[in-house]
């Protein structure tokens, strides 16, 4: 969601780093693809839809996941990309709308961070502080996964619901 500001977040960081969509749908493909050509953008790379065997090994070899919400959202919103990402144990970064539980979630559990502005430069700017905190070691892949296993796997999940029946 949100494709041109993304776009415009990567054109502040097109020296920087590189972007990696997999299996987008042929419309989002075409706008990122015509855009990133208009701002002689090359660091973006596109792949097709991919299964989950495939991805793994290359989400397991990036330094964090991208997942980006329509800022419109006034209700919450946990998108299976930032349960994917974290079940590998990869750092997020989010663009996502305000006062979404998700931004709470991200930070108070270390998992990444978040970003709820309008601002490109700003949000560039917090992705490179996230990639300085990956490289310093701040984020730690068995921390995160930790996070998934104590929350959101599906026997402690039942336990929790059992807890309450109690």
């Known amino acids: ?12 960081l097109k020296n920087d780093y590189h972007f990696l969509f997999i ?7 075409k706008l990122i693809r015509d ?3 208009s701002y002689d953008l090359r660091n973006i790379t596109f792949l097709p839809p991919l299964s ?7 989400l397991s070899n990036s330094h964090v996941g991208i997942f980006s919400l329509d800022q419109r959202h ?8 930032f349960l994917h990402y974290i079940s590998l144990g990869l ?24 970003y709820s502005g309008s601002n490109a430069y700003e949000a560039a700017n917090s992705l490179k502080n996230l990639s300085g905190q990956i490289i ?23 336990k929790k619901i059992l807890s309450y029946c109690v």
């Open 136 to 158: 310093k070691k701040e984020f730690k892949k068995e921390t995160i996964q930790k996070y998934v296993k104590n929350n959101l796997c599906p026997s402690e999940a039942a």
């Open 35 to 37: 855009k990133a050509q």
């Open 91 to 114: 750092p997020v970064f989010g663009l996502t709308n305000k006062n979404n539980d998700i931004n709470l979630i991200i930070r108070d559990n270390f998992l990444g961070a978040t």
């Open 52 to 58: 989950k065997n495939e991805i793994n090994p290359i």
């Open 1 to 12: 969601q949100n494709q041109p500001f993304l776009i415009d977040i990567i054109r502040e």
């Open 23 to 29: 299996g987008l749908k042929d419309s989002d493909r």
């Open 74 to 81: 006034t209700s919450h919103n946990i998108p299976g990309k």
